[in-house]
């Protein structure tokens, strides 16, 4: 092998970069032992030492060039299963001190907190931007592809989290907002029992607006079906399987009774559809020889009707089979009705369940969010960047309708709900004239009105 001058010169350059599969050759190792005695800099070891420029900065670090990706990323990287919250807390209360914010935190249980944050020194807000921090097991690291981010809680909800405070920094930075404005929460315990919103109800202060972020694949949300959690206990009596008339079987009663429920008809709703009865988990008995002596299964309903109607029914539809108790979490809502009025925005059905009807008071409530919750929970669950993109204006339109309303159609009529049955109304010239605020002028025939409504929005 025959190796020109300047082939010597720059072979150890790239030593540190590059592994041969062969041996090398003396003088080639006479000059590398010449460049490490004498310090002459290698390759690798300018290139630490360069500031690149930003755009170099930027193609080799996309996800850093960018706020909002990049407040994700970090925010993913950090595992934060529900029960175990506290080091991405800690991390949000660090980034929102470096950006300003007074931040509160506010202990749940144990060392779980909420962490609540406002520009200047005004706690009370009109408007509050709220998520969850917390995230379903297991823990999932991130990962960027070229138009996705995978990773647990990179859509549920962190790419909500990351979205609402990258709004409102830019809203902050535009002076289109300011003190009193916007506050932000973020909560623990979403994912299980909605620990962390509940206890943020004594925090001490109310909002007239409040923006939900969970994933609606950045639609707008009408409303979201109720959530009912019960276990069925089966008490039973042990005995030899070869003498079963000495026992009382209690899988056999248990499936009894989950063969009625699962069949059952439940109430539903024009606007959310069906109710959704999930027999999730069970369990009974100790071996194949062993009469069981006791069994269980845990049952999740999605209730898109009348939540005590629901509970009427699964009671009394299993009231005949004997030894069944049937115990209700403490965990239960009816049908939430969702504030739509703004206009841009498509809108979505939800058919889960969230910190919504958690938060009590009589605030406004937008439920909105990028990612789709077809893919949260899973184990590919991912976000695309352009939805993150989409979700920080998004949230901005919300936050500025909240504070300054303009134009609103039409969303809940006051008296009536969303899941109650249309009433027919006659529709009259005074009707609109009251609805779009018109005021006519005391002479009509001078004034033009019926021309003005004309030129107007009808």
Request: net charge negative; proline share 6%; hydrophobic share 40%.
């Amino acid at each position: 092998m025959k190796l020109s001058s300047a082939s010597v010169l720059l072979l150890p350059l790239g030593a540190n970069a590059l592994e041969l599969p062969f041996k090398l050759p003396s003088q080639v190792t006479f000059f590398k032992t010449k460049f490490e005695t004498y310090k002459i800099p290698t390759i690798s070891s300018i290139r630490s030492r360069l500031e690149l420029p930003s755009f170099l900065k930027k193609l080799s670090d996309p996800i850093a060039a960018s706020p909002v990706l990049s407040l994700h990323r970090s925010l993913v990287q950090i595992p934060s299963i529900t029960g175990n919250e506290r080091a991405v807390a800690d991390w949000l209360v660090s980034y929102l001190t470096n950006q300003n914010f007074t931040v509160e935190t506010q202990v749940v249980s144990g060392d779980r907190v909420n962490v609540f944050a406002y520009p200047g020194t005004n706690r009370t807000t009109h408007t509050l931007v709220t998520s969850h921090i917390d995230t379903v097991p297991p823990y999932i690291p991130y990962k960027s592809a070229i138009s996705t981010i995978y990773g647990r809680g990179s859509n549920d909800a962190k790419g909500s989290v990351a979205a609402q405070i990258t709004a409102v920094e830019e809203l902050l930075s535009d002076g289109t907002i300011g003190p009193g404005n916007v506050s932000l929460l973020y909560v623990v315990g979403e994912e299980y029992s909605g620990d962390g919103m509940k206890a943020a109800n004594s925090l001490g202060v109310t909002w007239k607006s409040v923006i939900f972020g969970e994933p609606t694949e950045n639609k707008l949300a009408v409303g979201h079906k109720g959530i009912l959690l019960f276990d069925l206990v089966s008490t039973g009596k042990a005995s030899h399987s070869g003498y079963p008339q000495l026992g009382v079987n209690a899988n056999s009663q248990l499936i009894a009774a989950l063969a009625i429920l699962d069949k059952l008809q439940l109430p539903g709703s024009d606007l959310l559809g069906e109710s959704t009865l999930n027999i999730g988990h069970i369990t009974g008995g100790v071996a194949p020889n062993v009469i069981p002596a006791s069994a269980n299964a845990s049952i999740a309903v999605r209730v898109a009707g009348d939540l005590d109607e629901t509970i009427s029914l699964i009671k009394e539809s299993i009231s005949k089979i004997p030894n069944i108790e049937i115990r209700f979490f403490d965990v239960g809502y009816g049908p939430i009705e969702l504030d739509h009025d703004v206009e841009g925005f498509e809108t979505i059905i939800c058919s889960y369940g969230t910190d919504v009807p958690n938060l009590k008071g009589e605030h406004k409530k937008y439920l909105y969010g990028p990612g789709s919750i077809l893919t949260a929970h899973g184990d590919n669950e991912y976000v695309l960047k352009s939805d993150l993109f989409d979700a920080v204006n998004g949230y901005k339109r919300l936050i500025k309708e909240s504070l300054w309303p303009t134009k609103r159609v039409p969303a809940i009529i006051e008296g009536e709900g969303l899941f109650d049955k249309p009433k027919p109304e006659t529709v009259t010239v005074e009707k609109i004239v009251e609805t779009l605020a018109i005021r006519p002028p005391a002479n009509p025939k001078q004034g033009g009105f019926i021309k003005a409504g004309c030129d107007g929005e009808l």
